[in-house]
């Protein structure tokens, strides 16, 4: 199956500081990343979705400026937290797919902490 | 509301019982995927139907589509402790749209 990675997969911030989050696709290039958030025993929620070259579709309720998405090639998008807060810990996950009728393949998410 | 409705939030079985997983919305599911979750981890793919009527199986693990495609079951056959995780559906609830929409998720645990 396709593999992609997460980059940190842990981080510790202060608030007021941002923080950004790698998503590669490793062995295939992905017409289309989706990041997502997991709050404990929750089930994941659509963030964002980022095409190559363009700018991200926003869900309803994330703020843009908040949650900065950039989708620079094809095997690579990052979110970028800024000005973190506490109530900006989760679990973020981002996923990658071939094209519309191929399946998301997830990666194993990153846990970020704002004391 | 939960536009994707699973049934049970979790369950506990006999290590060897068989299981049943289920996912339902109002809506028509343009594409339905079952993922497996490890709490703290990422998602595994176990398989995507698109089709009314449409099961796939993969090893002891089976899912079905039904034919007015609003309900999906996931139904896992004589239970081993590796099957233990979270299991979420999610579903294309607009077609062509790739935005997934992702049930409450089951936690499966598996007894010895």
């Known amino acids: 199956g396709a593999v992609v990675s997460q980059h940190p997969s842990r981080v510790i911030c202060k608030s007021g500081t941002s923080v950004k989050i790698e998503c590669r696709s490793l062995?295939?290039?992905?017409?289309?990343m989706f990041w997502y958030r997991q709050f404990p025993k929750q089930s994941l929620m659509l963030m964002a979705t980022?095409?190559?070259?363009?700018?991200?579709?926003?869900e309803q309720g994330v703020e843009k400026d908040k949650f900065l998405i950039n989708h620079a090639s094809l095997t690579l998008s990052t979110l970028t937290v800024t000005s973190a807060h506490p109530e900006d810990s989760s679990f973020y996950i981002c996923s990658a797919n071939r094209g519309p009728t191929y399946e998301q393949y997830f990666g194993p998410g990153t846990r970020l902490t704002v004391t | 509301s939960q536009e994707l409705e699973q049934s049970p939030q979790s369950l506990i079985v006999q290590e060897g019982k068989n299981l049943t997983i289920n996912c339902t919305s109002s809506?028509?599911?343009?594409?339905l995927y079952w993922y497996k979750q490890k709490y703290g981890e990422g998602l595994i793919f176990l398989m995507m139907l698109q089709k009314g009527g449409e099961e796939k199986s993969h090893e002891k693990i089976t899912a079905k589509l039904d034919e007015k495609k609003q309900q999906s079951s996931l139904h896992i056959t004589a239970s081993q402790p590796s099957h233990a995780g979270i299991y979420l559906c999610?579903?294309?609830?607009?077609?062509?749209?790739?935005?997934?929409?992702f049930g409450q998720g089951t936690r499966l645990t598996i007894n010895p």
């Open positions: 999610g579903a294309d609830l607009i077609q062509g749209a790739q935005k997934l929409v």
């Open positions: 980022s095409n190559e070259g363009s700018k991200a579709t926003y």
């Open positions: 062995d295939f290039q992905a017409t289309t």
């Open positions: 809506k028509t599911l343009y594409g």
